[in-house]
Nanobody, 115 residues
Framework: QATFVESGGGLVPPGGSLKLSCAVT????????IGWYRQATEKTREVIAI???????QYEDPVKGRFVVSINNGRNQAYLQMNSLQPDDSGVYFC?????????WGRGTQVIVSS
């Protein structure tokens, strides 16, 4: 069973950038469809970006054009490059299977966009 460990979050001013990492164990990233999910305070956890086994990526409208997903086969990791960050991007970010598997959530990594 795959496990996911997120890292790279932090405090960033509006307009700034962050790159989140997702370390995967128990499976090869190239064998998975991986979703990046975001949970803002008092809101539900929702998918914002997906990278599929064939390398294609999909983005939800709030992040389209600003976020980019990628994988590194050698490190067995997935990444979420986040640019032009805005306060509404604040939240805890998770990676997981897509569609989500509620048995494999990691702890997430918190992103705070604030001046």
């Amino acid at each position: 069973q795959a496990t996911f460990v997120e890292s790279g979050g932090g405090l960033v001013p509006p307009g700034g950038s962050l790159k989140l990492s997702c370390a995967v164990t128990g499976a090869w990233v190239t064998d998975l469809d991986i979703g990046w999910y975001r949970q803002a305070t008092e809101k539900t956890r929702e998918v914002i970006a997906i990278i599929r086994q064939d390398g294609t990526a999909q983005y939800e409208d709030p992040v389209k054009g600003r976020f980019v997903v990628s994988i590194n086969n050698g490190r067995n990791q997935a990444y979420l490059q986040m640019n032009s960050l805005q306060p509404d991007d604040s939240g805890v970010y998770f990676c997981n299977h897509f569609p989500r598997d509620d048995t494999t959530w990691g702890r997430g990594t918190q992103v705070i966009v604030s001046s």
